[in-house]
């Protein structure tokens, strides 16, 4: 069954950095594209960054591009959100989420295709 665990997040001044992981420990995830979300509080779930099954092409939100890197490594069945120069608005609950085409990355595709939701893992950036 698919099911996807994030983990790494936590507290951080803004200007910080972080890494969350999203592994799945049942299935594997090379065949799959996978989204970052997050949702903060009283506010949609909105998408942050996508990556192919091969990692080989990404997509981010205006929000977040330049300071956030998305990649895979397919030989630990992981996929990393590096995140960079952390901001206050950041805060919020970081979900991953599998999609069985490399499309996502292209073009914008609804939430309910993605599978595999983890619990998330919450990313805090204050002073």
């Known amino acids: 069954q698919l099911q996807l665990v994030e983990s790494g997040g936590g507290l951080v001044q803004p200007g910080g950095s972080l890494t969350l992981s999203c592994t799945a420990p049942?299935?594997?995830?090379?065949?799959?594209?996978i989204g970052w979300f997050r949702q903060a509080a009283g506010k949609e779930r909105e998408g942050v960054s996508w990556?192919?099954?091969?990692?080989?092409?990404?997509k981010y939100a205006d929000s977040v591009k330049g300071r956030f890197t998305v990649s895979r490594d397919n030989a630990k069945n992981t996929v990393y959100l590096q995140m960079n120069s952390l901001k206050p608005e950041d805060t919020a609950d970081y979900y991953c989420?599998?999609?069985?085409?490399?499309?996502?990355?292209?073009?914008?595709?609804?939430?309910?295709?993605?599978?595999?939701w983890g619990q998330g893992t919450r990313v805090t950036v204050s002073s």
């Open positions: 989420a599998a999609h069985r085409s490399d499309i996502v990355v292209i073009q914008t595709r609804p939430e309910s295709e993605f599978e595999g």
């Open positions: 049942e299935f594997n995830l090379k065949y799959n594209a």
């Open positions: 990556i192919t099954s091969s990692g080989g092409t990404t």
